[in-house]
């Protein structure tokens, strides 16, 4: 997730889900440099980029590996299911980019002019 504020430094959470967890988990989070080099590690595996300024915010005061709290499990399934919505349409060929399978996600808080707001644009103006 990405935000535009001046003077602000970038923000990343990365979330992943096991199957048979009870919850995701924050597998990877920072600020500054240590965002961005998770965002670019992202993007190199094929993570899908999301921006939420209020869901970062939320999502940076989990320890890492700690479970997401019940409070914010429907704004994440929610999520999960826009993300496997997508990936659904383009197994079946339609032309959308590709996002990480529904099990992965990167969150961020970042300034408007980062590569990871261009590829969620690209995303959403598909």
Request: proline letters at 8%.
């Amino acid at each position: 997730m990405t935000e535009s504020v001046p003077g602000r430094q970038q923000r990343a959470v990365a979330l992943a889900y096991a199957a048979g967890s009870a919850a995701p988990t924050v597998v990877a989070k920072g600020r500054g440099l240590v965002a961005e080099q998770i965002i670019a590690r992202a993007q190199e595996a094929g993570v899908f980029v999301h921006e939420s300024k209020e869901l970062v915010a939320l999502l940076m005061e989990i320890d890492l590996d700690g479970q997401i709290p019940p409070a914010l499990y429907r704004a994440i399934a929610e999520l999960l299911a826009w993300l496997y919505h997508i990936e659904s349409a383009q197994q079946l060929g339609h032309s959308l980019p590709a996002p990480a399978p529904p099990d992965s996600a990167l969150f961020i808080d970042s300034p408007a002019d980062s590569p990871a707001r261009s590829a969620e644009q690209d995303a959403s103006n598909a």
